[in-house]
Nanobody, 126 residues
Framework: AAQLVESGEGSVQAGGSLRLSCVSSGLPISDRCMGWFRQTPGKERDGVAAISPDGSITYYADSVKGRFTISRDNVKNSVYLQMNSLKPEDTAMYYC???????????????????WGRGTQVTVSS
C-alpha cells in the first residue's frame, strides 16, 4: 500500500533550524507534485511549500518564503523541507502530501492531494 512517512520531529529555540524528510513507499513520486502542509489544534491545515515532479518549480507560503526550502530526490523517493530561522509561530504538526500529477492550482489546495503522511511535530520556543 502507498505510504508517506515523515521524520525530523524536533523542538528548537527561535532562530534554529530543522530538516524534515518524507519517504514514499509503494508510491513512486517521480511524476507527482509533493507538498508540505502544517496544522495547529483548532485550525485549518495550511500549505507550507510544494515542488513540481521534476523539482524545477517550487511554491511557498508567504510566511515561510526566504526561510524554508523544499527539495526532492526522486531516486530516493523522498522530499525534504529545510527550515531555517524558525519562529514560535512555525510550531505545528507538519504533513507530507502527494498529488496525483503536476501541482494543483493553487498549489496549496488540500483537496487535490491524494496521499498524506501521519505528520511530524515541530515545536519552536521563544
Amino acid at each position: 500500500a502507498a505510504q508517506l512517512v515523515e521524520s525530523g520531529e524536533g523542538s528548537v529555540q527561535a532562530g534554529g533550524s530543522l530538516r524534515l524528510s518524507c519517504v514514499s513507499s509503494g508510491l513512486p513520486i517521480s511524476d507527482r507534485c509533493m507538498g508540505w502542509f502544517r496544522q495547529t489544534p483548532g485550525k485549518e491545515r495550511d500549505g507550507v511549500a510544494a515542488i513540481s515532479p521534476d523539482g524545477s518549480i517550487t511554491y511557498y507560503a508567504d510566511s515561510v518564503k526566504g526561510r524554508f526550502t523544499i527539495s526532492r530526490d526522486n531516486v530516493k523517493n523522498s522530499v525534504y523541507l529545510q527550515m531555517n530561522s524558525l519562529k514560535p509561530e512555525d510550531t505545528a504538526m507538519y504533513y507530507c502530501a502527494s498529488d496525483l500529477a503536476s501541482c494543483p492550482r493553487p498549489w496549496s489546495l488540500k483537496q487535490a492531494y491524494a496521499y498524506w503522511g501521519r505528520g511530524t511535530q515541530v515545536t519552536v520556543s521563544s
